[in-house]
């Protein structure tokens, strides 16, 4: 079965650091975009960052500068560095992934994993 399994959120103080995690499993898999969105309460799912294979990393303006997104295509794992986290950073962040396995195209949401900022 191939799915995508986060990791790493918490509750951290604003001006504070975290890094979240995305693996993706399942046999021959080929991952080919990942991306971030997150969607605090209320409020929309809104897009953070995007790494595609091989191509140049994308970003939200409203976390330019203080998150940064990389992958290890050897572990089929995407990171979300953040740092200087503020208040607004609050929401539930997805790990969003589009993958093949001989003969099927995927394209995937994980289960979200809560990031709460405190004042």
């Known amino acids: 079965q191939v799915q995508l399994v986060e990791s790493g959120g918490g509750l951290v103080q604003a001006g504070g650091s975290l890094r979240l995690s995305c693996a993706a499993s399942?046999?021959?898999?080929?991952?080919?975009?990942m991306a971030w969105y997150r969607q605090a309460p209320g409020k929309q799912r809104e897009f953070v960052a995007r790494?595609?294979?091989?191509?140049?990393?994308n970003y939200a303006d409203s976390v330019k500068g203080r998150f940064t997104i990389s992958r290890d295509n050897a572990k089929n794992t995407m990171y979300l560095q953040m740092s200087s986290l503020k208040p607004e950073d609050t929401a539930v962040y997805y790990c969003?992934?589009?993958?093949?396995?001989?003969?099927?195209?995927?394209?995937?949401w994980g289960q979200g994993t809560q990031v709460t900022v405190s004042s």
């Open positions: 790494i595609p294979n091989g191509g140049s990393t």
């Open positions: 399942g046999k021959a898999v080929t991952i080919n975009n």
């Open positions: 969003n992934a589009i993958l093949t396995t001989p003969g099927r195209l995927y394209n995937l």
